[in-house]
């Protein structure tokens, strides 16, 4: 059980036996200790001063006064600040929870709940490889899986494949036209990449056929639908639903060449999945769905054939489901695959890990599913996060200006080896082969970590030439972190030395871990939202990165009011820091008492936030500006 429980349970007791009061769960409020206060634990006091009727500080030291009479080997002294009770946790405790952890295999994880949870990331395209957007999106959705698994789901990763579709017919038109029968056998490349080449390829035609009949009187918009090699992909795709004999075989040959590519790449990214699903084979289980909710006076057809719904009962507007010529689009696959897929498995949820662009495209799929009759079409969430970009704006696969994922790995594995190779050529009898396998340890360690410690909902600035770095808070100093303490551990082993004894009680408070063993035990997503929190606690225990610079905070509260401002500053503070999840810092400035908010390197990214805050806190309205201030950050 964690300190929090424990402490709830105990409180709860002492203020139902001493005050005879009814405590509900919501009133025992606990947080860390403030850095300027000496305590671990904070217990606030104002839930229950209306029912008690005592003085927040005479009420705070009498709860202080019996946890130690009733629990001493938990609570070793107290200090009351208002109406906050700060705790300082016994030595022997932690030493006690350290003991635990060591003895228990399975720490960290919850017990099952006997749900199942469905996360799909990846998505790839047939008609490119992997880039760096995929990896964000591969490193996060294998993450929230494995989260998920150790908070107690019984996780199924799977990977759509977006196999079928005009992008496809594209890469296929421009090898029939301009490859000359290449294979990664006689180009010597991995599949995935030789068909990425065909598709720049096709953009780059079919931008000249564009310019031509632009140059020959033709508006532009008219030009794109016009030029020849965009009229022959279309005429391919149709022939791909009505399974032509050679165009489906030419599509199952080049597919075959991508998945083979795509599997090396998972495979040196560290990530995998349970299901494969593939478009191809969903599109028409959508389109079944989509005439059968024709059929339901569901949705309706125009006059060109084509099939729409009619969103605006949801405040939305329409949606195509189906073109004028019959193929399908995006949302018809979705509609298909999210079918199959609660039909294979008994889901409880389904999250899918897809960019933020797409949040429009979720809010549609969990209406039209929920419209069509599915249970499940509620249960959908979208893990939503922010898109990469490089120095230069926006990726862009046309044009082939994309960090290909292949060569990024291999670069940072090949940065980590030029970097450690004084190191490692100093360990004794070590082998080119072991060489080789540390240096992919590190480099891929550097990227997953400089990948995953940026917040998703956030877009992400990605320099190729800097993303590497061995020091401070990177995934070398955590890896190298880990072997030291195996280091240590060996070492304790092969001398016999007790892993606890009185001096490593006497230590724990001054090495600053109590809390975080407490936490390290349950850093995993919030078990009500699922998902939201994932990222919140990512830092824990980690401090020595922050550099304080000039910045912008939100300032929500300020006055000089003697008696008054202090006790106030510090209740809205609590109330605002249970609703959101940006830093609240309380300043004292005499005769002033400040509530500011986050840390922003832009008056318009505080303002951006200013806006959200508003929306949350109405009642802050009038009282709300962006101030100048120093702010941390995190280097």
Not at 22 to 28: A, H, L, P
């Amino acid at each position: 059980m964690s300190l929090e429980n424990i402490l709830k349970q105990e409180i709860t007791t002492l203020v139902i036996e001493q005050y005879g009061i009814e405590v509900t769960d919501k009133m025992v409020q606990l947080q860390k200790t403030r850095p300027e206060f000496q305590g671990h634990i904070t217990l606030v006091i104002f839930p229950f001063i209306k029912l008690v009727r005592k003085a927040p500080a005479q009420l705070a030291n009498e709860i202080g006064e019996q946890l130690i009479k009733r629990c001493p080997q938990i609570v070793a002294a107290f200090n009351a600040v208002q109406g906050f009770l700060n705790l300082t946790i016994s030595q022997h405790f932690w030493a006690e929870q350290l003991q635990q952890i060591i003895n228990n295999p399975q720490y960290g994880q919850f017990p099952k709940r006997n749900q199942t949870l469905m996360v799909e990331y990846s998505s790839p395209n047939t008609n490119k490889p992997l880039h760096l957007g995929h990896v964000r999106n591969n490193l996060l959705g294998y993450s929230i899986a494995r989260i998920q698994q150790a908070n107690g789901w019984d996780v199924i990763k799977t990977n759509i494949v977006n196999d079928r579709g005009i992008h496809i017919c594209k890469s296929m038109l421009a090898w029939l036209k301009f490859g000359n029968g290449a294979t990664p056998q006689s180009t010597g490349k991995k599949g995935d990449h030789l068909i990425g080449d065909y598709y720049v390829l096709f953009d780059k035609h079919y931008k000249n056929e564009v310019q031509q009949l632009v140059e020959q009187g033709m508006q532009e918009e008219i030009a794109k639908k016009e030029a020849p090699l965009i009229k022959e992909a279309q005429a391919m795709l149709v022939k791909w639903e009505q399974n032509d004999p050679e165009v489906r075989a030419l599509w199952q040959k080049m597919n075959e060449w991508v998945y083979a590519g795509f599997d090396e790449t998972y495979a040196q990214m560290g990530v995998g999945f349970d299901k494969i699903y593939y478009e191809s084979d969903t599109y028409l289980v959508g389109k079944g769905e989509v005439e059968r909710g024709l059929a339901k006076g569901d949705f309706y057809r125009r006059e060109d054939g084509s099939v729409w719904a009619d969103l605006a009962q949801n405040g939305l507007d329409e949606k195509l489901l189906l073109r004028a010529d019959g193929t399908s689009v995006y949302m018809t696959q979705d509609i298909g695959t999210a079918k199959l897929r609660f039909q294979d498995y008994p889901i409880n949820k389904m999250v899918y890990v897809v960019g933020n662009e797409q949040e429009y495209h979720f809010k549609v799929l969990s209406i039209l599913l929920d419209r069509l009759g599915f249970p499940f079409g509620k249960e959908l969430v979208h893990f939503s996060y922010g898109m990469v970009e490089l120095p230069n704006g926006k990726m862009k696969s046309r044009e082939g200006t994309v960090v290909d994922a292949d060569d990024l790995m291999a670069q940072m594995i090949a940065d980590a080896k030029e970097i450690s190779k004084d190191k490692v050529n100093t360990l004794p009898d070590i082998t080119e082969e072991e060489a080789n396998e540390i240096a992919r340890m590190v480099g891929l360690g550097a990227l997953k970590y400089f990948i995953l410690k940026v917040d998703p909902r956030k877009n992400m600035l990605f320099n190729p030439e800097e993303s590497i770095d061995f020091n401070g808070n990177t995934g070398p100093f955590i890896q190298y972190t880990y072997a030291r303490i195996q280091s240590v551990l060996r070492k304790a082993g092969s001398e016999a030395i007790r892993l606890l004894g009185d001096e490593a009680i006497e230590a724990i408070d001054s090495l600053d871990v109590p809390l975080i063993i407490d936490e390290m035990a349950h850093a995993v997503v919030h078990q009500d939202s699922l998902v939201t929190q994932l990222m919140r606690d990512k830092r824990i225990g980690y401090t020595r990165g922050e550099q304080q610079i000039d910045g912008f905070r939100v300032q929500i509260y300020a006055s000089n009011v003697q008696q008054k401002a202090k006790q106030e500053a510090f209740e809205l503070h609590q109330r605002v820091e249970a609703l959101i999840d940006v830093p609240v810092y309380t300043q004292s400035e005499p005769p002033f008492w400040k509530v500011r908010i986050g840390n922003f390197l832009t008056r318009e990214e505080a303002n951006n936030y200013k806006n959200t805050l508003l929306e949350l806190l109405p009642e802050l309205t009038g009282s709300t500006y962006i101030v100048p201030d120093k702010i941390i950050i995190i280097r």
